[in-house]
Nanobody, 122 residues
Framework: QPQLVESGGGLVQAGGSLRLSCAASGTIFRIEDMAWYRQAPGKQQRELVARSTSIGSTVYADSVKGRFTISRDNSKNTVYLQMNSLQPEDTADYYC???????????????WGQGTQVTVSS
């Protein structure tokens, strides 16, 4: 079963930057979309922050457009999220998500990482 491991979270002041990484490992045949979600403190829902397709197209939430950049290194099965001009509203647990097929002919399924905490102070 594939595993996703995030890293790079931490505590920063408003205006600062962080770079999150998520590496997929394990039984992987093909990775399609990779994305970053976040869940703010006290909220039950996770919101999509950014998504990257297997061919390199990207989409962003309006709230992060122009500040965050998603990228990926397919040779390393890794997706990144460069976060600049961080604001207190960005404080959340950030989760990596990937659509992965484990064997040829198998339908891709969604897998989640354990999350990494980002706290932005004012």
């Amino acid at each position: 079963q594939p595993q996703l491991v995030e890293s790079g979270g931490g505590l920063v002041q408003a205006g600062g930057s962080l770079r999150l990484s998520c590496a997929a490992s394990g039984t992987i045949f093909r990775i399609e979309d990779m994305a970053w979600y976040r869940q703010a403190p006290g909220k039950q829902q996770r919101e999509l922050v950014a998504r990257s397709t297997s061919i390199g197209s990207t989409v962003y939430a309006d709230s992060v457009k122009g500040r965050f950049t998603i990228s990926r290194d397919n040779s390393k099965n890794t997706v990144y999220l460069q976060m600049n001009s961080l604001q207190p509203e960005d404080t959340a647990d950030y989760y990596c998500n990937a659509d992965i097929s484990t064997f040829r002919g198998y339908k891709a399924r969604g897998f989640w990482g354990q999350g990494t905490q980002v706290t932005v102070s004012s």
